[in-house]
């Protein structure tokens, strides 16, 4: 059983920074890629980030030079460092891996998601 746990969302004002941490358990032989997407009422899930296991980043246009994405492999970990927020990213984050469990293939994996709102 692999689970994948965000952390870190709450209300900030404009122009304000937050960090969102995820953090994969479970039996857990290798983590490949790791994402965060991100979903506001009435629009689609959309990337916002992504990171290889070896770590070289992509960005969604939208973000790109204010977010960035970084992983540890040690701790099994992904975080997302949120500058100069917006409104526009108000959202629910998620988390997304793929992970390969011993013993099994690779399987995609989401979190539970994490409120981020960004309001004066």
């Known amino acids: 059983q692999v689970q994948l746990v965000e952390s870190g969302g709450g209300l900030v004002q404009p122009g304000e920074s937050l960090k969102l941490s995820c953090a994969a358990s479970?039996?857990?032989?290798?983590?490949?890629?790791m994402r965060w997407y991100r979903q506001a009422p009435g629009n689609q899930r959309e990337l916002v980030a992504a990171?290889?296991?070896?770590?070289?980043?992509n960005y969604a246009d939208s973000v790109e030079g204010r977010f960035t994405i970084s992983r540890d492999n040690t701790k099994n970990t992904v975080t997302l460092q949120m500058n100069s927020l917006k409104p526009e990213d108000t959202a629910v984050y998620y988390c997304?891996?793929?992970?390969?469990?011993?013993?099994?293939?690779?399987?995609?994996?989401w979190g539970q998601g994490t409120q981020v709102t960004v309001s004066s």
């Open positions: 997304n891996a793929d992970i390969r469990s011993t013993g099994l293939r690779s399987r995609n994996y």
């Open positions: 479970g039996s857990i032989f290798s983590i490949y890629a």
């Open positions: 990171i290889t296991s070896s770590g070289a980043p």
